[in-house]
T-cell receptor, first 111, second 114 residues
Framework: SQTIHQWPATLVQPVGSPLSLECTVEGTSNPNLYWYRQAAGRGLQLLFYSVGIGQISSEVPQNLSASRPQDRQFILSSKKLLLSDSGFYLC??????????FGSGTRLTVV | EDKVVQSPLSLVVHEGDTVTLNCSYEVTNFRSLLWYKQEKKAPTFLFMLTSSGIEKKSGRLSSILDKKELFSILNITATQTGDSAIYLCAGGGNSGGSNYKLTFGKGTLLTVNP
């Protein structure tokens, strides 16, 4: 069966520090992968999605970047965090059925 | 730009009440409408709807899609305190090729009081 792992679960980082959040999927190949952020307004905002290795689409201009070095690995990064980067980050994958499965999320607080 | 609008944004009811949550969508190359329940952490899947007029049911929860009016509802009957959560609606569409993605609404915060 397919599983998705996301870590860390919580993170407190100072302004200006780098960020790396990792997401891996098991039990499937060539999944579509996504990074979402959920801020105080509760909606999930799509940040990046990827349909294959090295293929990244960015939905909103921001201080973050994403990479997909392997088929089942998706990484969210920043060189210098801003206060506004705080939020709940969710990784997700989808296959042909159209449904998403979410990782457990990372709560990032930038101080 | 794809858009999903949920209403109400928040709702407080008593145990045993029936609630109806609304979701309207404008999604390019629409494929599916999904409902999720989110408690403290990641959203958990409830329903995926692709055809109009066919109700999907799971216990006390049910949902239906109207592709003509671009609308879906989620019903919860005989609510319990454990139903308290944020309910998220999402529209799925293909922007091109295999670029399938979900656009989420802001969610409805449901509070069920004993």
């Amino acid at each position: 069966s397919q599983t998705i792992h996301q870590w860390p679960a919580t993170l407190v980082q100072p302004v200006g520090s780098p960020l790396s959040l990792e997401c891996t999927v098991e039990g499937t190949s060539n999944p579509n992968l996504y990074w979402y952020r959920q801020a105080a307004g509760r909606g999930l905002q799509l940040l990046f999605y990827s349909v294959g290795i090295g293929q990244i689409s960015s939905e909103v201009p921001q201080n973050l970047s994403a990479s997909r070095p392997q088929d089942r690995q998706f990484i969210l990064s920043s060189k210098k965090l801003l206060l506004s980067d705080s939020g709940f980050y969710l990784c997700a994958w989808s296959g042909n059925s159209g449904g998403y499965t979410f990782g457990s999320g990372t709560r990032l607080t930038v101080v | 730009e794809d858009k999903v609008v949920q209403s109400p944004l928040s709702l407080v009811v008593h145990e045993g009440d029936t609630v109806t949550l609304n979701c309207s969508y404008e999604v390019t190359n629409f494929r599916s409408l999904l409902w999720y329940k989110q408690e403290k952490k990641a959203p958990t899947f409830l329903f995926m709807l692709t055809s109009s007029g066919i109700e999907k049911k799971s216990g006390r929860l049910s949902s239906i899609l109207d592709k003509k009016e671009l609308f879906s509802i989620l019903n919860i009957t005989a609510t319990q305190t454990g139903d308290s959560a944020i309910y998220l609606c999402a529209g799925g569409g293909n922007s091109g090729g295999s670029n399938y993605k979900l656009t989420f609404g802001k969610g409805t915060l449901l509070t069920v009081n004993p």
